[in-house]
């Protein structure tokens, strides 16, 4: 498997910073006195690896997120994809500590999400012509439980920061793997633990803005379970309108 990579650290930073700049609307009267989330990078290293702040409520997750890396074709009919890893951490020393170390999948491995870096925890976001494709590793997956609901916005503002897909594209992929998560982790989690999201951005409901019982879209996991997903109606709404 050959792997190069993708510059792609200006679209990344306008992405990013824009998300400064979007007002974030309550979902009910009791959310106004709520801060509203806030998306940063800190730290860009000279691989093009970089540390994603998302902060709210006096809460801050840091992303450690790395540069594009082609992917062969995974058939005839598909072109070329991007990969994105990820990982989520509170701990801003551990962050800096992944950051500086390439993350590319080792083409020695058939499993291509094998890497040649234990520091980074496995998750990743892979772009192809007709469909997207999210993995999140069995760390992430605890992590992303604990969050609660409030994660489909963590998620959102990190798929975004890629530049791998749009803003609504990205509100409605980050609250998918969010329900798929917390809701149905028995049908859609792998032996190990981990979590995959495949779905074609057709078949999403693209939205900036997120209301409880709202259509997200269809999407399959990694064990072949495919679900129409909403947003739960006991939730908060998220995104940014």
Not at 7 to 19: E, Q, Y
Not at 20 to 45: G, H, R, T, W, Y
Not at 107 to 131: C, K, P, V
Not at 183 to 203: A, F, R
Request: glycine share 6%.
């Amino acid at each position: 498997m050959t792997t190069t990579k993708r510059k792609t650290i200006p679209i990344i930073i306008l992405l990013v910073f824009s998300l400064l700049f979007i007002p974030i609307a309550p979902s009910n009267a009791e959310d106004v006195s709520l801060d509203k989330p806030k998306a940063q990078v800190i730290q860009i290293e000279e691989n093009g690896n970089q540390i994603l702040e998302v902060s709210q409520n006096d809460k801050k997750v840091y992303c450690v997120f790395s540069h594009g890396i082609i992917m062969d074709k995974p058939n005839e009919v598909e072109d070329n994809g991007v990969r994105y890893y990820f990982s989520l951490t509170e701990n801003i020393d551990e962050a800096k500590e992944i950051v500086k170390y390439d993350p590319s999948a080792n083409e020695n491995q058939d499993d291509s999400s094998e890497l040649s870096s234990s520091f980074w925890h496995g998750s990743y976001i892979e772009s192809y012509s007709n469909w997207l494709h999210v993995h999140l590793a069995p760390v992430d997956v605890s992590y992303i439980t604990s969050l609660g609901w409030v994660a489909a916005d963590t998620l959102a503002a990190i798929l975004i920061a890629t530049g791998v897909v749009s803003i609504t594209v990205g509100v409605a992929l980050g609250g998918i793997a969010t329900v798929a998560i917390i809701s149905y982790s028995w049908y859609v989690q792998n032996n190990d633990g981990s979590v995959d999201i495949e779905t074609q951005i057709p078949s999403l409901n693209p939205s900036r803005w997120v209301n409880p019982g709202q259509y997200l879209g269809w999407a399959t996991s990694g064990t072949n379970w495919g679900h129409d997903y909403y947003w739960p109606s006991n939730a908060p709404a998220y995104g940014y309108p």
